[in-house]
């Protein structure tokens, strides 16, 4: 098989010396998932970072495009997440080797908490947070996760398992577009040398119709989504947009030949609101 020539795509360095693609493709559960998307986006999209999770219910199909696609496992990164009812230390281990089995690979580059909050009995959300981390870490270790992170902490849950534990996250995935900008978790992460990575760039498309994207659009002669794509980046966010249609793959890709002027970044910067198109850890413990 032939594949269409990889578009450069930059890379952040997390704290271990791993390199991770500043662009990614999401997938996720309700019809988020598409084999043709997946194959488009690898093989000639030259897309090379994909982000599941097991509470998505597309493992098996995911392994099955990678494995399709030809490509080098040495070549792609993936990034896979442990459901808050398989934590605790036994459970989160064996959850993420049948993970790796299910997606017939033998590591993920990332592995992360999917949420802060447990849903298995057993202790207080702490306790099991750092129980839970401590299996990570260790896999970590074993080199069956090469990187660990989290996903949707704020700054006490990370704090608290900054005193629990041995390692600090290597990344925290978070809500992430102009409406939602947590300005102090992403500064609290900079200072710990955790890399922050933004979900839902494009507001689960309510940001698309916003007149400040869509005049900046027009005056680059972009869509609205790879002007908001542009601004994450430019901001130092890994970024993964989510979608099953080739044409919005490809669209999404095309946002290294262009640059957003300061004033641009500004205007969409000024749009935060703090609202949440996803879940809202605010009130976990």
């Known amino acids: 098989m032939t594949f269409a020539p990889v578009w450069r795509c930059p890379t952040v360095p ?6 991770i693609p500043i662009l990614g493709l999401g997938t996720s559960h309700d019809g ?6 997946i194959m488009y986006a690898l093989t000639e999209c030259g897309m090379r970072h994909i982000d599941t999770a097991k509470r998505y219910g597309c493992e098996e199909k995911l392994g099955k495009a990678i494995k399709e696609s030809g490509l080098p496992r040495s070549d792609l990164w993936l990034t896979n997440k442990l459901w ?14 049948d993970s790796c089995s299910r997606m017939g690979v033998q590591y993920f580059d990332l592995y992360l908490m999917h949420w802060p909050e447990s849903l298995r009995p057993g202790g207080s959300n702490r306790e099991m947070r750092a129980e839970t981390w401590r299996a990570l870490e260790e896999l970590n270790e074993e080199g069956v996760c090469r990187a660990i992170g989290v996903s949707n902490f704020l700054v006490h849950h990370l704090e608290q398992l900054k005193e629990d534990c041995s390692i600090m996250p290597h990344v925290n995935q978070v809500e992430y577009h102009p409406f939602q900008q947590p300005s102090g978790l ?8 955790i890399v922050f990575e933004g979900y839902s760039p494009l507001a689960k498309g ?5 007149p400040i994207v869509c005049q900046i659009a027009e005056k680059h002669q972009r869509t609205p ?3 908001c794509i542009r601004w994450c980046i430019q901001n130092g966010v890994v970024t993964i947009p989510k979608s099953t249609k080739k044409n919005r793959i490809h669209e999404n890709c095309q946002v290294f030949d262009f640059q957003l002027e300061q004033a641009d970044m500004d205007a969409i910067g000024n749009l935060h609101d703090g609202r949440h198109v996803s879940w809202d850890p605010t009130n976990v413990e």
């Not at 997390?14 to 390199?19: E, F, I």
């Not at 398989?86 to 080797?97: E, H, S, T, V």
Request: net charge neutral; proline share 2%; aromatic share 10%.
């Open 225 to 227: 989504a790879q002007i």
């Open 84 to 97: 808050p009812a398989d934590y605790g230390y036994n459970a989160a281990k064996k959850a993420c080797l």
């Open 14 to 19: 997390l704290s271990n010396g791993l390199q």
């Open 186 to 193: 992403i500064e609290y992460c900079r200072q710990e040398g």
């Open 32 to 37: 988020g998932y598409s084999h043709d998307a």
């Open 206 to 210: 309510q940001i698309l119709r916003n």
